[in-house]
């Protein structure tokens, strides 16, 4: 199957340059970028009109089944919203319920232009089904508690091979909600297979207190002190790293995942973005869940990921536009491990969603990079491509599913969980 787009913008991410050109899709990956193809017929030629191709966003820290918990638990800090709210409402969950809530949620991603998410819940096979069915790349990191080891290792060998749509990442589900003996069979575990380990980290400074209230150490020491981090790993939030621990996460390959929006909703504090980035650390960016966000939005993520920074430096220069969009695309898929979709450059997969242009809140053009992240909203994907796979376009989805119904079904749970 070739798909041909012309007369479109196209920014690679490769480099902040956009060219006017044509874009062929052989199949599910990128076959060619340049000014005029031509090769063999395509089966489909589309039209761009002007507008811009890309490579998709990467959310790169999601839950994405608590969708059930979106404006159900506000207003609340971290430690009570979790324990208070989400944990009792999870607790009712029936089996097949996180497939069909992951689904609701892959609905907002893929309208959103997400062609990847990574997602930290329970359940692994019911989000690997969720996830195939609708056509979208997911790296999943499980964290039952419950779960034996074997069946983690055993979904380690077998989903990193299982085909283009889903990985799985070793991960705990933090340091103050997993006992130090489960911690330390995650880490032999890790050292047996050299994976990183994907973890919340250093989110809010109850956290980081509590655990030097039981061990002495703050939680990137003390975990490092276990081994947990001898093949690198991936901080979600890292509001609160010492000088000492953003050393060692130099020194072990530890990547930060941004999620502003999770953070200033529950008040949690701001991940400093830029002094990371000045230390040489690789930064992703990601929604969290719709329960703590509540939405799903990465052009919201990037605003904030920018404003954040100026604003606690009350520097305007302390953050450029065009590096939040690269850590959003290229830097998320670097954390994830998504090396083959990370940029649009022939070979990669066709993983890019289109740009309406044309749309108010883009015109007039001057720097079209930075009004995707300082003026962009979901409104202006004009369509989702993943695996060559046209999955949205102009607003209406094109999957195997009655939309409608996933929906009905993803209310008929969350009131279920609510009562
Ligand atoms: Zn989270």
């Keep these: 199957m070739l798909t041909l787009f012309k007369n479109a913008r196209i920014l690679s991410m490769q480099d902040d340059k956009i060219i006017f050109g044509e874009l062929l899709v052989k199949d599910e990956r990128i076959a060619f970028i340049g000014e005029h193809y031509q090769g063999e017929k395509p089966d489909k030629t589309i039209d761009c009109e002007g507008n811009l191709l890309m490579p998709g966003f990467k959310n790169a820290h999601a839950h994405t089944a ?3 918990a979106r404006s159900a638990s506000d207003d609340l800090p971290l430690h009570n919203w979790l324990f208070d709210c989400i944990f009792p409402m999870e607790e009712k969950f029936k089996k097949d319920d996180i497939y069909h809530l992951t689904k609701c949620g892959i609905l907002e991603y893929i309208s959103g232009g997400i062609t990847a998410a990574s997602d930290m819940y329970f359940e692994v096979p019911e989000i690997v089904k ?5 056509g979208i790349k997911n790296v999943i990191v499980a964290t039952k508690l419950s779960e034996p080891i074997e069946s983690i290792r055993n979904n380690y060998l077998t989903l990193n091979k299982k085909g283009s749509l889903i990985s799985y990442m070793v991960g705990i589900h933090a340091e103050y909600t997993t006992p130090k003996e489960r911690i330390i069979d995650i880490a032999k575990l890790a050292n047996e297979l050299k994976a990183p380990v994907a973890l919340h980290l250093g989110e809010t400074e109850h956290e980081v207190q509590g655990c030097i209230d039981r061990y002495g150490m703050t939680p990137v020491k003390f975990l490092d002190s276990l081994g947990l981090f001898n093949y690198g790993g991936v901080a979600y939030h890292a509001n609160y790293f010492t000088d000492e621990e953003i050393k060692i996460c130099k020194e072990k390959g530890i990547k930060i995942v941004t999620c502003p929006a999770s953070n200033a909703k529950l008040a949690s504090g701001i991940c400093p973005v830029s002094k990371y980035v000045e230390n040489g650390l690789t930064i992703a960016v990601g929604t969290d869940g719709a329960g703590s966000n509540n939405s799903l ?29 690269k850590m959003a695309t290229v830097g998320s898929a670097k954390v994830l491990g998504l090396n083959e979709c990370d940029v649009l450059k022939e070979g990669k997969y ?3 969603i289109m740009i309406d242009l044309k749309s108010p809140s883009m015109q007039p053009l001057n720097n079209i990079a930075k009004n995707i992240v300082y003026a962009g909203s979901k409104d202006i994907v004009k369509m989702t491509m993943i695996n060559g796979k046209i999955l949205y376009f102009d607003h ?15 209310q008929e749970i969350t009131n279920r969980l609510r009562g």
């Design 396 to 410: 209406k989805f094109y999957i195997d599913e009655d939309v409608n119904e996933i929906y009905k079904k993803a």
């Design 66 to 68: 608590m969708v059930f």
């Design 350 to 352: 066709a993983d890019i």
């Design 297 to 325: 939005d990465m052009f919201k993520e990037m605003y904030l990921v920018s404003v954040l920074q100026k604003l606690s430096h009350k520097d305007a220069s302390i953050m450029d536009g065009f590096d939040v969009l």
């Design 130 to 134: 969720a996830s195939e069915e609708l």
